[in-house]
């Protein structure tokens, strides 16, 4: 036998040579329970929706809930792969050019920033979820992502087209610059609730009280870059970056594989919502939604139960505008949906590892969206 297995004062770091320690047994990942039975039902419906349609041989509830699928399925596809993209070249961009783009973490012109980045990309509400998951890694302040995921959901320039068409551009205008005053004051109570330690900072962005003076400069150069121009820096990245079909195809498969976490709670958003427009109606909702306190918190309620993407909320909010007269049960329907959407706060709560940070978002979100809802019904 060999001399590895005798007691003596050096120990080896080389692989056990007796046979009577076992190798240690390798332990297989348990499957995605939720992401692959989500994923299923939603295939299913959509396929019978595609080859069968509205045939009367199926059971009603069976056909609203595979037509619902059918139909968020198609206009949520190209978002999400969007989304897929931009996580994908946000995993290729350096951290420094990323800090430049949002500015200072903990600042209110970093949180302004973030703003208008959210309101600029043309995503849906669960597509810039993956993009701000990214961000917060690549070092956003708590601040930067939340006024950045609540200001952009609906903001998109093609549905604010879509908007416009459905609402005027008055109406449009105000909603827009509204849910953007929400995102920065949002923003800004977040970052000054850290700021007090009353939430965790984000470990990803730069720490100018760490102890560590390694740490401690590597920080301070963190807070120089976020004040550097960005310009030269995004000029200096794409000659850098491969356009071959072999480089694409790396870049959406990362970022596919990195926006796993949101699929799951997208995918089980889509069975949700179907599930509820087959058995809830309308109609129901509709005719409750008037301008007034108990239809503004009935909004409130509906857009908690509904889990649609923004694609799907922008004509419900259309239609309690134009049918029941409200506009700040509209803007209520749009807002609330961000600030009580479970994916979302799921998708927080699992990129920050706290519960507490994922229930502050409603907690401070959802006394500006009512108190602005029951202004625009007063006007």
């Known amino acids: 036998m060999s001399d590895c297995c005798k007691p003596g004062p050096v120990v080896t770091t080389t692989p056990a040579c007796c046979a009577s320690q076992p190798p240690t047994p390798v332990q297989k990942s348990r499957p995605d329970y939720l992401l692959w039975g989500s994923a299923s039902i939603v295939a299913v419906g959509y396929l019978i929706h595609l080859l069968v349609g509205g045939q009367s041989a199926l059971p009603e509830w069976l056909t609203v809930m595979s037509s619902g699928a059918y139909e968020l399925i198609n206009k949520m596809w190209w978002g999400l792969l969007m989304a897929v993209a931009f ?31 959210g309101v600029l990309l043309d995503l849906c509400s669960h597509g810039i979820l993956m993009v701000g998951t990214k961000l917060y890694e690549r070092g956003a302040s708590l601040g930067q992502l939340m006024a950045f995921l609540i200001a952009s959901p609906w903001n998109s320039l093609s549905l604010t087209v879509v908007l416009i068409t459905l609402i005027g551009w008055g109406y449009t205008l105000a909603f827009v610059a509204l849910s953007m005053l929400i995102g920065i004051v949002t923003g800004l109570i977040f970052d000054r609730l850290v700021a007090r330690n009353i939430l965790p900072a984000n470990p990803n962005s730069a720490n100018p009280n760490s102890a560590n003076p390694s740490s401690a400069a590597n920080d301070d150069s963190l807070q120089e870059q976020a004040n550097k121009p960005v310009w030269p820096q995004i000029v200096s990245a794409l000659k850098q970056a491969s356009f071959t079909p072999k480089g694409l195809v790396a870049l959406l498969w990362d ?51 509904i889990e649609v993407c923004s694609e799907g909320s922008t004509p419900i909010a259309a239609d309690i505008l134009t049918r029941a007269g409200a506009p700040g049960n509209g803007f ?8 009580t959407d479970y994916t979302e706060v799921m998708v927080i709560k699992d990129t920050t590892k706290s519960w507490k940070i994922a229930l502050f978002l409603p907690l401070i979100t959802l006394p500006q969206v009512l108190v602005i809802g029951w202004l625009l019904n007063q006007g």
């Open 87 to 117: 996580v994908g070249l946000l995993e290729r961009i350096p951290r420094e050019l990323v800090m430049s783009a949002l500015g200072q973490g903990g600042t209110p012109r970093g949180v302004i920033r973030a703003t208008f980045a």
């Open 332 to 339: 209520t329907f749009l807002m609330a949906g961000v600030a």
């Open 255 to 305: 970022g596919l594989r990195d926006s796993r976490m949101v699929f799951r709670w997208l995918l089980f958003g889509i069975v949700l919502a179907t599930a509820i427009r087959a058995f809830v109606p309308m109609d129901t909702y509709q005719t409750l939604f008037g301008p007034t306190v108990a239809g503004l918190f009935l909004t409130l309620l509906a857009a908690t139960i």
